[in-house]
């Protein structure tokens, strides 16, 4: 038996989405034609145990998910093929991951633009933490990554995409947003509204601090940047955050930035795709679309 473009199509969708239910709803077509479609396909291929049922979820194989990445090569070929017209308007769904930070204050008006000029592009946004979206990318659920720290995942490329400088800031009430000029000294006497010990911020903070504040006087550790903020507008902490995160604050005048003498921190956002996908005419545009919004580098 052949293998057809529908049953490759289903396929890949059941192992990005977990379910045939939820394949069949992605692709627009009734279950028992999905359904009917990955049956073919696994008799096709001759591997009737391509996934491992877990309650209602499928989990697919190791031999599975190597299927998959040459399923979604094909599936990337055959979208250029069935639209051959380089000038003409750009059609389909591509697949991102970001962190809450990004997706909460970088990639709205990115996405709005991009849809602004391709009306009929539709956009899957996973929103997660760095490991999540990078598990994502290594099992083919998302096609490009978008994120705020360096990872090594196999057969991956990082693009350095934007540059991000960072502040620690306070309520305008808080007593050090009189001062003009604040030492470490002053700093070290504050309490901090800090991300939890393992994450990316909280190891970038402590090293910006490394030798200058020898202890911090944490009064909250919090997972999400939002409830941060929201607690330093208490005004009896402070917190550190890139820029872009308290840009609107800082212009509704409720955070301010504090002028710590010596502290200059800056860090990059990166783009990562995977380097063995073929690239679908929408991956290529959309990432082109990302680095002409910044200036950009292959570092890996």
Not at 134 to 150: G, M, P, T
Request: one cysteine or more; a positive charge.
């Amino acid at each position: 038996m052949k293998i057809t473009l529908r049953q490759l199509r289903v396929f890949e969708a059941v192992v990005r989405l977990g379910s045939v239910t939820r394949a069949a709803e992605d692709l627009h077509m009734s279950q028992s034609a999905a359904s009917t479609a990955l049956k073919e396909f696994q008799s096709a291929v001759d591997r009737p145990a391509l996934f491992k049922r877990s309650g209602r979820a499928l989990i697919p194989t190791q031999e599975a998910r190597a299927i998959h990445a040459l399923a979604l090569n094909t599936i990337n070929i055959a979208k250029d093929i069935e639209s051959p017209d380089y000038d003409g308007e750009l059609k389909g769904k591509i697949f991102i991951g970001t962190t809450q930070q990004i997706s909460e204050k970088i990639l709205p008006k990115i996405l709005n633009d991009f849809r602004r000029t391709n009306p009929k592009v539709q956009i899957d946004l996973f929103v997660g933490t760095t490991e999540e979206v990078i598990l994502r990318l290594s099992n083919l659920e998302i096609e490009i990554a978008l994120i705020e720290a360096v990872t090594r995942a196999p057969d991956t490329r990082m693009i350095i995409w934007r540059r991000a400088a960072w502040s620690i800031f306070a309520a305008p009430s808080h007593p050090l947003a009189k001062k003009r000029r604040i030492t470490f000294a002053d700093i070290e006497e504050c309490e901090w509204a800090m991300p939890p010990r393992a994450s990316a911020t909280n190891v970038r903070l402590v090293m910006a601090l490394e030798g200058r504040v020898e202890k911090f006087k944490v009064a909250y550790e919090i997972n999400n940047s939002i409830a941060l903020r929201q607690i330093v507008k208490g005004g009896a902490t402070i917190g550190m955050l890139p820029d872009y995160m308290i840009a609107d604050d800082v212009k509704r005048k409720t955070l301010v930035h504090l002028p710590v003498m010596g502290f200059d921190v800056e860090s990059n956002l990166f783009i990562v795709v995977r380097n063995s996908l073929n690239r679908s005419r929408l991956f290529r545009q959309f990432v082109e679309f990302l680095e002409n919004r910044a200036e950009t580098h292959s570092i890996l």
